[in-house]
């Protein structure tokens, strides 16, 4: 299946270290080639780039890599195909607008008989089962709140919306509106929480390291949620199925 990549910090970041390591899976070092995209949130605005071609070979993924966008939150996606060819409207992550702010969503796993009824502005572009659940997931959003609610209002009502899909089968998804980061997780996703004193990390998909500790201030917090950890020297902690947990300014909240 597919994985995913989520940051979200206190600060303006960048996300290079940990996508180098994240891409090489797309087609190097794992088998996951059907395609890939990554959404960087700047203040209302959103950097949204997506590509059919294999992340460890896509001249997109090489730009991404050297240009250092700087985000309080990103989500990073990188597709095996299990529903809907292999297409750029088929690459998650997926973008959406309500109340006036862009919403991104990116999801890992296989939803059989998900085709719950749709209407408004919520449509799917491509033919995944991903789509569909954001459609869904967004549509029911827009019921439940008049206005953008605050971060615990909005995890009370996605922990009452996601069992209704994932009784349809795996469904790891990560979910941002450039406040604050959702990760639920049905079988794998695990987080590290990077924080004063920072220390040296070694990715263990391609040779490289860095020393946070020459890239930071003493007040910076930095959270990273992936599917299956990036580093061989940081303590990673494992979701427990059918948790979703929320991280805001850079820790848990």
Same mark, same amino acid.
């Given at each position: 299946?597919? @994985?995913?990549?989520?940051?979200?910090?206190?600060?303006?970041?960048?996300?290079?270290?940990?996508?180098?390591?994240?891409?090489?899976?797309?087609?190097?070092?794992?088998?996951?080639? !059907?395609?890939?995209?990554?959404?960087?949130?700047?203040?209302?605005?959103?950097?949204?780039?997506? !590509?059919? @071609?294999?992340?460890?070979?896509?001249?997109?993924?090489? #730009?991404?890599?050297?240009?250092?966008?700087?985000?309080?939150?990103?989500?990073?996606?990188?597709?095996?195909?299990? *529903?809907?060819?292999?297409?750029?409207? %088929?690459?998650?992550?997926?973008?959406?607008?309500?109340?006036?702010?862009?919403?991104?969503?990116?999801? %890992?796993?296989?939803?059989?008989?998900f085709h719950p009824r749709l209407h408004g502005s919520f449509k799917p572009v491509g033919t995944t089962d991903s789509e569909r659940a954001f459609c869904w997931l967004? *549509?029911?959003?827009?019921?439940?709140?008049?206005?953008?609610?605050?971060?615990?209002?909005?995890? #009370? +009502? #996605?922990?009452?919306?996601?069992? @209704?899909?994932?009784?349809?089968?795996?469904? %790891?998804?990560?979910?941002?509106?450039?406040?604050?980061?959702?990760?639920?997780?049905?079988?794998?996703?695990?987080?590290?929480?990077?924080?004063?004193?920072?220390?040296?990390?070694?990715?263990?998909?391609?040779?490289?390291?860095?020393?946070?500790? *020459?890239? +930071?201030?003493?007040? !910076?917090?930095?959270?990273?949620?992936? +599917?299956?950890?990036?580093?061989?020297?940081?303590?990673?902690?494992?979701?427990?199925?059918?948790?979703?947990?929320?991280?805001? !300014?850079? @820790?848990?909240?």
């Amino acid at each position: 299946m597919c @994985q995913l990549l989520g940051m979200n910090c206190n600060v303006p970041t960048d996300v290079m270290f940990s996508f180098t390591g994240f891409a090489e899976r797309g087609g190097r070092t794992d088998h996951h080639a !059907d395609g890939w995209g990554i959404a960087f949130f700047e203040g209302a605005g959103l950097r949204h780039f997506v !590509d059919h @071609q294999p992340a460890c070979e896509s001249p997109v993924a090489e #730009l991404i890599r050297r240009y250092p966008v700087k985000s309080r939150n990103v989500i990073a996606h990188i597709r095996k195909a299990t *529903q809907g060819e292999v297409s750029l409207e %088929n690459c998650h992550p997926f973008v959406r607008e309500l109340w006036g702010r862009y919403w991104v969503f990116a999801h %890992n796993g296989d939803l059989k008989d998900f085709h719950p009824r749709l209407h408004g502005s919520f449509k799917p572009v491509g033919t995944t089962d991903s789509e569909r659940a954001f459609c869904w997931l967004m *549509q029911e959003l827009s019921k439940s709140h008049a206005g953008v609610p605050s971060a615990e209002e909005l995890t #009370l +009502t #996605l922990r009452e919306l996601t069992p @209704q899909i994932s009784r349809h089968g795996t469904f %790891n998804f990560m979910l941002s509106n450039g406040q604050a980061l959702w990760a639920h997780a049905s079988t794998s996703l695990h987080y590290v929480l990077r924080k004063h004193p920072f220390a040296h990390a070694a990715l263990s998909d391609e040779d490289l390291s860095i020393d946070f500790s *020459q890239h +930071t201030s003493p007040d !910076d917090r930095v959270a990273v949620v992936v +599917t299956a950890p990036l580093t061989t020297n940081e303590a990673w902690t494992a979701f427990a199925p059918g948790e979703l947990k929320v991280f805001v !300014d850079g @820790q848990l909240a």
